[in-house]
């Protein structure tokens, strides 16, 4: 397995709150992504990270906002929690950008923080 | 942009049987496309990927898909379900690693 891990696992916090999910990796790997996942959505990108201090919104970046400062951690931090924030967030991994055609890698996840917002 | 869209959020099949899980994709070039597989309570694994070798694709755990371009489409298969595949499956396309919305594979004994 890939080495990837979150943290917190589980974490319930109230409106308002700000909340920062950690998302370290030994992989080494270029690019990090958050993702969060809802019933009847799938995963949705929120942010992603191709280098140290280069970050990109992905499709559902409101509320949200990242940083990374070591190869090795991307974090994503909710500045002030709302209950439509509640959700399993993922973190994933790739060495390279899948954006082109052709391009073949392929994304190694963590086991997922869930976050309940009351 | 890069979409895709799974048919059917729910599929059900009796053990033996085969699998049919339906993806439909579009996109402005030729894209890469991926399976996972979602058990409960559990974190993402990778099926399977197409990336422009070969149209028909084996993953693991006796699954495949085929690409087929004129139908925009990547459907997964499986001959003979186990009710060790009973979880939620995504097709995703390259470009961000866009999802679809999944489809949750219950397998009846």
């Known amino acids: 397995d890939a080495g990837i891990t979150q943290s917190p696992r589980h974490k319930v916090t109230e409106t308002g709150t700000p909340v920062t999910l950690r998302c370290h990796q030994t992989e080494n790997h270029r690019y990090m992504y958050w993702y969060r996942q809802d019933p009847g959505h799938g995963l949705r990108l929120i942010h992603y990270s191709y280098g140290v201090k280069d970050t990109d919104k992905g499709e559902v970046s409101d509320g949200y906002s990242v940083s990374r400062s070591k190869t090795e951690d991307f974090l994503l931090t909710l500045e002030s929690a709302t209950s439509s924030q509640t959700s399993v967030y993922f973190c994933?991994?790739?060495?390279?950008?899948?954006?082109?055609?052709?391009?073949?890698?392929?994304?190694?996840f963590g086991p997922g923080t869930r976050l309940t917002v009351l | 942009a890069q979409s895709v869209t799974q048919l059917d959020s729910h599929v059900s099949v009796s053990e033996g049987t085969p699998v049919l899980l339906r993806c439909n994709y579009s996109s402005s070039y030729s894209p890469s496309l991926f399976w996972y597989v979602q058990h409960p309570n559990k974190g993402l694994q990778l099926l399977l990927k197409y990336t422009s070798a070969a149209t028909l694709v084996k993953g693991i755990n006796g699954f495949e898909a085929e690409f087929k371009k004129s139908e925009t489409s990547f459907h997964l298969t499986k001959p003979s379900a186990h009710m060790s595949d009973a979880a939620e499956y995504f097709c995703?396309?390259?470009?961000?690693?866009?999802f679809g919305a999944g489809t949750r594979l219950t397998v009846k004994p």
């Open positions: 994933a991994i790739s060495e390279s950008s899948l954006n082109g055609g052709g391009s073949s890698n392929e994304q190694f």
């Open positions: 995703v396309v390259s470009d961000h690693m866009r």
